[in-house]
């Protein structure tokens, strides 16, 4: 089963995308922010229980999606992983090129994203 690391500072958003997932056979897990995330992949890397995709909003107190995508892209453990970035405040084209420049790919918070992001996902991992 694929594990996905859902990173997102709204605790609603964080619910309907672990139901979601979890309904579409993914085995997913949710913390509230970018410090959170890069400890959680650091823990299930040591644990040799690594994530196969990540689910990253991109405006986030603290430490936000931009500065997890960097460190994501620069650590050889995780460079592979496939990194979904939503947003609800998308800067127009110049987020979406940032994001395909560090090899995401950028979903907008509105309408049926949840949907999308499964879909996504569904196509970049293993069967579930």
Known sequence: MARVLVVDDE?????????????????AKAVGGGREALR??????????????????IIMPEIDGWQVLEAVNNNPLWDHMPVVVISGQANGTGDVARVCDFGGFFVEKRGNFVEVISAALGRLLPAA
Not at 11 to 20: G, K
Not at 47 to 53: H, I, K, N, V
């Open 11 to 27: 605790c609603a958003v964080r619910e309907v995308l672990l139901q979601s997932l979890e309904d579409a056979g993914f085995e």
């Open 40 to 57: 959680e992949l650091c823990r299930a890397t040591a644990d040799d229980e690594p994530y196969d995709a990540m689910v990253l909003d």
